[in-house]
């Protein structure tokens, strides 16, 4: 087969046959494709797109590109959660410990930030002695012990979206509902859960910027998983303005705490509740999402949702003290406050500007393998709607030095826009499809 001839057939908005896909994602995972062909290929597909049958046989042989995961010898149904991508998105610190601790486990692969979004695996390495690098024979062992494992995904798992992800971030190839549903899906698929609920993210903070895209994107990647004898239910939510009200890796960590303990309620609790329901559901645990929320709203209230994660400290090493003493995680020195310039309401926040300026305190990378500073972020103050006097407190910048808290103070407050009338606050969650 020439390769050529799939580019021009791509870029000349013809469907690829199977054997054609199959040979790309080979040659991709075997070296034997040169990285412009590649790329070529990649940019015909964001501008021509895939049908869903392409996009399935995509994920499929990605899937199949390298190692799966089988998790059969953890008893009970294994439930994952992959999210979009969004800022101040804890969800997973929040809802991964109170699943488990209704006795669903939960043995979940996560990924690093990418851009302006932020990452599970850079949030847990910055908890002291936290250890994500977990082999297989751990992570089962884990599994069937305490019925949670937050991993980073092991380096023998689909090496075809590695390759390809690389490629996409250098190349503005990122933004394409079949490559991102391929990336998303092959790895889920490989990771080896019975039920996978997907947190579509829908608005300025995310990939998929309006709902129109979000569901065509979530449709897609529901029915690719269902495909392959997954149980799948995906959710729109916002994210018109960050999910949590700290950004930056230890600060999650701490607000995800501050959820556990029952001390922090509002949009992240709420979410949090929502998808951790859809996993108990998808698991036959509650017979109603309502139910679900209650039975994990309890578990916050009786201390077992925090118990179940200090358990996960303890399996991985942690500090457990980051659970009674804050300044465990110490928070980066240099802390300058943005104040309100004029009075009136938040109209509009660019959430992926806010995630970018969290990203210049140094709390996310600018280039690949660029090490964080964990302790660096945003706290905001505000949300949506919120009336503001002239100089009340918008938010707090931390970060390593004077220099870098400045430039990110500066990028917060262009993402942040003010009016004289209120607006309200934006749907949480827009849609549910299963
Ligand atoms: N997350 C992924 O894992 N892949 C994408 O392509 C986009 C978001």
Redesign the pocket.
Known sequence: MDFQDIIIKKRDQQQLTSQEISFFIQGVTDGSLPDYQISALLMAILLNGMTPEETAVMTKEMANSGATFDLSSVPGFKVDKHS??GVADTTTLILAPLVASVGVPVVKMS?RG?GFSGGTIDKLESIPGFRVDVTEEQALAYGRQSGIVLMSQTDNLTPADKKL?AL?DVTGT?DSIP??AA??MS?KIAAGADGIVLDVKCGSGA?MKTQEDARALAQVMVSMGRHVGRKVTAVISGMDQPLGMKIGNRLEVLEAIEVLKGHTKGDLLEVSLLLGAHMLLLANRVPTVEEGKALLAKQIENGQGLAKFRELLEQQGGDVRILSDESSLPLSPCALEVRAEQSGFITHMNTAKIGRASQETGAGRAYKGQPLDFGAGIVMEKRLGDPVEKGDLLATVYSGTAEKAASAAEILRSAISMGPETVSPPPLVLEIIS
């Open positions: 979009t991508g990924g990418l992800y996409r990122v490559l991102i990336s998303i790895k990939f």
